[in-house]
DNA sequence: GAGTTTGAAACT
DNA sequence: CAGTTTCAAACTC
C-alpha cells in the first residue's frame, strides 16, 4: 500500500510542503490538540489515483509554525496535496506529523503466492519521525496507529498481522531525548520500534530549514499475507519552515513494490554531513511492477547539515534498490545515537533482523558503504525471482543521486547471505510468508562532492572508503548487527563513538601495519579508533566486514576488558584544567615524554597528573620541552621560507623569461647577464640567508655553514642558468 | 629498509 | 593489582 507513489512523489512541488503553506490552509479542526486528527473513515478511504491516503499531523517546533490545529487533507488547499487528495493531518499541539496508510494495492507476488487478494488498510504502518527543536520538543511524524482507531478495517482473526510497523526519526542532539508518540507509546512497546535519531549540530537546527526525504519501504511483516500489497509508505509529508529560513521538508517515500519475489538485497546509507546545511534523503525504493528505478532527491535543510539517511525496511520479497540524493556541497553526518558520552555523533539503530553487511569501496573516496543484506525469514515459498527482479544473481543498480549527480551502484546480494530469523513483529501466522529485512548504514560527515565517483562499476563487497590525505571524513560503515547491538548493548556503543568521534573524522588515519594481532585488537590503530581498516599494509586482517563475527566479538572482549576502549584517549580535562589531556595518563620510562612514543606528546598535551610518567619532561616549564617545541618551530618557519624564497626565486625567473624573451630573441648571447637582475639577486639571497640562519639553528660550525651556503648559492646559479639556457632554447625554436 | 627502542595492550 | 609478554609504532642507522 503506497500512500504516495514515488512518481506522484516526484510531482509533488517542495512548496507545498512550506509550513507557511499549511498555515495558510483554513483550518478545518481548530483546537484539535490529539497525537494527530483522525480523518473520517471516508476521507481515509477515499483512494487517489494511487491507491494512496496519507493523513499527516503536522507539528513543528519553530515559533514561526501557528499551526496549531489539525487540518484534514481535504481541507489543505495546497496543490500538491490536493491532487492527491491526500488527508493530511496537522496536530502541532503534539509536535507530530502523523502519516496514515489507508489504501492498500493489490500485489502481483502475493497473488502469485496463492494469498488471496484482500484490501487492508494498511494503517499499521507507521512513520514515526521526531525532531528535536529549538525549544527541545520532538517533532513527530508519525502514523497512527491503526489498531486503536476504531473503523479501520482489518482481517478478522488477524489483527497481529496488522501490526503497524514503527519508524522513529528523531532529529536533535539529545540523543537521550525519546520521541513523543503520546498515547501510541503502548502500541510501540508491543511493536517493532525503529527510530533513528539523527543528531543536530547547533540547536538552532529546529529553526532552521529542514527538508527530509524519506523513502522507505515498510516491513511487510505483521500484515496479513492476504495483504496483496506490500506495506509501502511512500510520499512527501512534512514541511516546515520559518519566514527566514528555507522549508524544512520532510519527504517520506516509499514507492510501490509489486515485485515481491525479489531478492531482499538491501542498503542502507546514513550519510550524515559535515556542513549543516542539508539533508539529503537517501531513498531506498523496490522497484516498481515496471522495473523502473526511481530515485528521490529531495534536499533536505537541516541545521546540523546534510544527511544521507536511508531508512529501509522491506519485506523479504521485495528487492530493494537504493537510491540517494544529495545535493552538493553537502557533509554527512552520522546518526545521533543516545546513551553513549561524550561522541557527538551516535547511533541508535535498532535492527530486528541480522542481516548480513557487504563492503562497498569507492577509490578515491572517503566514504564507507555498506551494504546491507537482507536477513530473511523463513520464506514459505521459496519464490523464484520475478523477471523484474530476477537479481538475486544479478547485480542491481543502486542509485545514488545528488542534485548534479546521479550513481549507481550495483546491488548484487550478499555472497553469503545469512539466513537469520528476524525477530518476529507479530504472531500472526503470516509472518511465514515476509520477510523483514531492515539496514541502517550510518556515514560520517564527508562533503558531498566526494561520494561523487562513478559507482556505477563497483564491484559487490566494495567499501567506499577515504582517499588516503584526503581527510578521514568518510562513511563509516556500520554492520547493521552492530547497531542492533548498539541498541541492545550499550557497551558496543562505544565502537561506533570511535567512528563518529571528532578526532576520527577530522585526520586522515595512518595505514596499520600490524601482522598478528589480525587487527582485533588495540595494538591496531585502525580497530581501536573504531574503523576498518582500508588501504592498510596489515596482513591476515580481521577488521573489516567479512570478519564481523570475528570482529564482533573482538570488540566485546575489549569492551568487556575496558568499557571505556574505544573512547578518545584525548578527552577533556576536569573543571579548570587544561581542555585536553590524556584520559588516563602515560606511563612513559624512557622517552621523557618528549618522543612519539608517549602519547600525551604525541597528542601535543601536556602531561597530567594522573600520568605514571618517570623522568616526564613533557610539562609545562620544561626547558626541553620548550627546546624541542622551539626547534620544531623554527623547523617549521625555516621550511616554510625556504620554500617561499625558492617560489619567489622561480617565479622571478620565470617572469624574466617572459620579459626578455625579445632580448634573448636578438641573439645577444648575453642571455645569463640578463637574467641576473636585482629580482634575482635578492631572491638568491633571500635562499642563502635561510641556509645561514638553518646553519646557525642547528649549530654547524662555520666551514660547514659556508659549505652550505655555497651550496644554497651554486643551487641558485643553476636554477639561474637553467632558466636562461631554456629561455635561449626556446627562443632559438621561435626564431626558427 | 632493517633493526632497535619504546610503551600500550594483552596476558598471567 | 603487579609483573611479564606481546605488539606495533616510533625511531635510528
Known amino acids: 500500500m503506497d500512500v504516495v507513489s514515488p512518481e506522484l512523489n516526484s510531482l509533488l512541488p517542495d512548496e507545498i510542503m512550506d509550513t507557511e503553506d499549511i498555515e495558510d490552509v483554513p483550518h478545518s479542526q481548530p483546537g484539535t490538540t490529539g497525537v494527530h486528527s483522525e480523518p473520517s473513515d471516508d476521507a481515509m478511504t477515499t483512494s487517489t489515483a494511487t491507491d494512496s491516503m496519507l493523513s499527516a499531523s503536522l507539528a513543528t517546533s519553530t515559533a514561526t509554525t501557528k499551526t496549531t490545529d489539525s487540518v484534514t487533507g481535504t481541507s489543505v488547499t495546497t496543490s500538491g496535496l490536493q491532487k492527491l487528495t491526500t488527508p493530511f493531518t496537522i496536530s502541532p499541539a503534539n509536535r507530530q506529523i502523523i502519516l496514515n496508510k489507508v489504501a492498500s494495492q493489490a500485489s502481483e507476488a502475493a497473488k502469485s503466492a496463492g494469498n488471496p487478494p484482500q484490501v487492508i488498510k494498511q494503517d499499521g504502518q507507521k512513520l514515526l519521525v521526531t525532531a528535536i527543536g529549538k525549544s527541545g520538543q520532538p517533532i513527530v511524524l508519525q502514523l497512527p496507529h491503526t489498531g486503536s482507531k476504531p473503523g479501520v478495517s482489518q482481517t478478522a482473526g488477524d489483527t497481529k498481522s496488522q501490526a503497524p510497523q514503527f519508524k522513529v526519526v528523531t532529529i536533535g542532539g539529545r540523543s537521550d531525548l525519546k520521541p513523543v508518540v ?275 562499476n563497483l564491484p559487490p563487497g566494495t567499501v567506499l572508503t577515504p582517499a588516503p590525505g584526503g581527510g578521514n571524513v568518510g562513511y563509516a560503515v556500520v554492520p547493521a548487527q552492530y547497531v542492533t547491538q548498539v541498541s541492545e548493548c550499550s557497551l558496543c556503543a562505544f565502537w561506533f563513538e570511535g567512528f563518529f568521534s571528532a578526532e576520527t573524522t577530522s585526520r586522515p588515519r595512518k595505514p596499520c601495519n600490524c601482522t598478528k594481532s589480525q587487527c582485533l585488537k588495540l595494538y591496531c590503530d585502525c580497530f581501536a579508533n573504531g574503523e576498518f581498516c582500508n588501504n592498510c599494509n596489515c596482513n591476515n586482517c580481521f577488521n573489516n566486514l567479512e570478519h564481523e563475527t570475528e570482529r564482533l566479538k573482538a570488540i566485546k572482549t575489549c569492551l568487556d576488558r575496558n568499557p571505556e576502549a574505544f573512547k578518545p584517549k584525548i578527552g577533556k580535562g576536569k573543571e579548570g584544567e587544561s581542555d585536553r589531556r590524556h584520559s588516563k595518563g602515560c606511563n612513559c620510562k624512557r622517552s621523557g615524554c618528549l618522543k612519539n612514543y608517549c602519547e600525551c606528546y604525541e597528542a601535543k598535551i601536556m602531561c597530567s597528573s594522573i600520568c605514571k610518567c618517570i623522568g616526564c619532561k613533557n610539562f609545562e616549564e620544561s626547558p626541553e620541552r620548550k627546546t624541542l617545541m622551539h626547534l620544531a618551530d623554527a623547523a617549521e618557519v625555516r621550511v616554510q621560507q625556504q620554500t617561499a624564497a625558492k617560489t619567489k626565486l622561480s617565479s622571478q625567473i620565470s617572469d624574466l623569461l617572459m620579459r626578455t624573451t625579445p632580448v634573448i630573441s636578438s641573439g645577444s648571447g648575453r642571455l645569463p647577464y640578463t637574467f641576473v637582475t636585482k629580482e634575482v639577486l635578492e631572491a638568491t639571497c633571500e635562499c642563502l640567508l635561510e641556509q645561514a640562519k638553518k646553519a646557525e639553528q642547528t649549530h654547524q660550525p662555520q666551514v660547514e655553514a659556508e659549505r652550505m651556503i655555497l651550496e644554497e648559492f651554486g643551487h641558485c646559479l643553476m636554477r639561474i642558468i637553467s632558466s636562461a639556457g631554456k629561455a635561449k632554447s626556446d627562443c632559438a625554436s621561435i626564431n626558427c
Open 182 to 456: 503520546g498515547n501510541q507509546v503502548t502500541t510501540l512497546q508491543t511493536q517493532q520500534l525503529k527510530t533513528v535519531q539523527i543528531a543536530k549540530k547547533t540547536p538552532a537546527s529546529s529553526a532552521a530549514p529542514i527538508k527530509f526525504i524519506i523513502t522507505k519501504t515498510v516491513n511487510s511483516k505483521g500484515i496479513s499475507p492476504q495483504t496483496s500489497v506490500p506495506p509501502v509508505i511512500t510520499g512527501r509529508v512534512l514541511t516546515q519552515s520559518s519566514p527566514v529560513m528555507p522549508p524544512r521538508t520532510i519527504t517520506l517515500s516509499e514507492p510501490h513494490n509489486t515485485n515481491l519475489q525479489s531478492i531482499p538485497g538491501k542498503k542502507i546509507a546514513i550519510s550524515p554531513l559535515k556542513t549543516p546545511s542539508k539533508v539529503t534523503v537517501v531513498s531506498v525504493a523496490s522497484p516498481t511492477s515496471s522495473a523502473s528505478q526511481k530515485s528521490v532527491a529531495l534536499p533536505v535543510n537541516v541545521a546540523l547539515g546534510q544527511q544521507i539517511l536511508t531508512v529501509q525496511q522491506s519485506t523479504s520479497v521485495s528487492p530493494v534498490k537504493v537510491a540517494t540524493s544529495q545535493s552538493t556541497t553537502q557533509n554527512i553526518k552520522p546518526v545521533a545515537v543516545g546513551g553513549v558520552g561524550g561522541s557527538q555523533f551516535k547511533t541508535i539503530i535498532p535492527l530486528a533482523t541480522q542481516p548480513n553487511v557487504q563492503q562497498i569501496q569507492v577509490p578515491g573516496s572517503r566514504f564507507h558503504y555498506v551494504r546491507l543484506v537482507t536477513a530473511t525469514t523463513a520464506s514459505s515459498t521459496g519464490q523464484p525471482s520475478g523477471p523484474s527482479t530476477s537479481s538475486i544473481q544479478t547485480a542491481k543498480p543502486m542509485v545514488v543521486s545528488t542534485a548534479a549527480v546521479r550513481m549507481s551502484v550495483p546491488v548484487v546480494p550478499a555472497q553469503t547471505m545469512k539466513q537469520v530469523a528476524p525477530k518476529p513483529l507479530t504472531s500472526g501466522p503470516q509472518v511465514v510468508t515476509t520477510t523483514q529485512t531492515q539496514q541502517r548504514l550510518i556515514m560520517p560527515a564527508t562533503p558531498l562532492p566526494q561520494i561523487q565517483p562513478n559507482f556505477t
